[in-house]
């Protein structure tokens, strides 16, 4: 069966460690344009939070974001799709999120906001991971209290995460399996080794995949996908290739149908081209 979309998630996927455009990811990625391949990124990320060069390469109109919490066309601007999570419910967890040893912050519009004091303390969860920190940093907006803001502005949001320190990774595993217990109308993934990321139950990536297929008049069968966090398990599990990156988390790779290279080695364009020459 031919491939017509592929769907691929951007940190420790399509990108480097570095945060870079591997060369022969970008061949690939233009040589499957060329055959007529609809390429779109799916991330845990917002529109401003996308690395400049990738809108700037003209090969993406469609993008999965906030871990499907919205479908957006770059083309017209504008969502085609948007699940996100109701403020009562979002101060509801947040209060939740105050008796646990972490961090938190959310996704609304455009913007993330962060309580100022958790702010501040971001550096000491992210002594290891200067990258994320940076984006951290730059993204989100310091405001007084979280919930406070989340109730004056009123309006829904994309996500919420929450960010532990090394010693507390036993409390993030335990979390990562009460969280949707607690709250049904909720899913939690992850995308870092010290992150949880909550979503509407209506959210996900692999949701946001058969909602996309759905709209362009693709089968799910007729698409690939490529990742390698949490949040990516349930897209591979939708597209009729999934392909999971060989630095994925064990549930990632027990999703898939296929392990190829690591982030660092190129994975995505090397079977990219497999795709291509096999013309499926």
Wanted: aromatic share 8%; glycine share 6%; proline share 6%.
């Amino acid at each position: 069966m031919r491939i017509k979309l592929i769907a691929f998630d951007l940190d420790g996927t399509l990108l480097d460690d570095d945060k870079h455009l591997p060369p022969e990811n970008l061949a690939a990625l233009k040589a499957a344009k060329e055959e007529g391949i609809l390429l779109v990124p799916a991330t845990g990320r917002i529109l401003k939070a996308l690395p400049e060069e990738l809108p700037a390469l003209g090969l993406f109109r469609y993008f999965i974001f906030a871990n499907g919490a919205e479908i957006y066309d770059l083309e017209t601007r504008q969502a085609l799709h948007r699940a996100r999570i109701a403020p009562a419910l979002a101060v509801e967890f947040c209060a939740y999120m105050d008796r646990l040893p972490v961090l938190y912050d959310c996704y609304r519009g455009e913007r993330g906001y962060m309580t100022a004091w958790m702010y501040e303390a971001a550096p000491d969860f992210f002594e290891a991971e200067p990258h994320i920190l940076k984006l951290v940093k730059s993204l989100r907006l310091p405001v007084p209290e979280l919930k406070e803001n989340i109730l004056a502005v009123n309006e829904p949001l994309e996500k919420l995460q929450m960010y532990f320190r090394p010693e507390h990774m036993d409390e993030r595993e335990r979390q990562l399996r009460e969280i949707p217990e607690r709250f049904p109308g909720l899913i939690a993934s992850s995308s870092l080794k010290n992150n949880i990321e909550i979503n509407s139950a209506e959210a996900g990536k692999g949701n946001a995949l058969r909602k996309l297929c759905k709209t362009l008049g693709i089968r799910c069968a007729e698409s690939a996908a490529f990742g390698d966090g949490l949040n990516d398990a349930d897209m591979l599990l939708a597209a009729g290739h999934g392909c999971a990156m060989a630095n994925a988390v064990p549930p990632v790779k027990e999703s898939a149908d296929v392990i190829v290279e690591s982030n660092n080695d190129a994975g995505v364009g090397k079977e990219i081209f497999r795709l291509l020459e096999r013309r499926i």
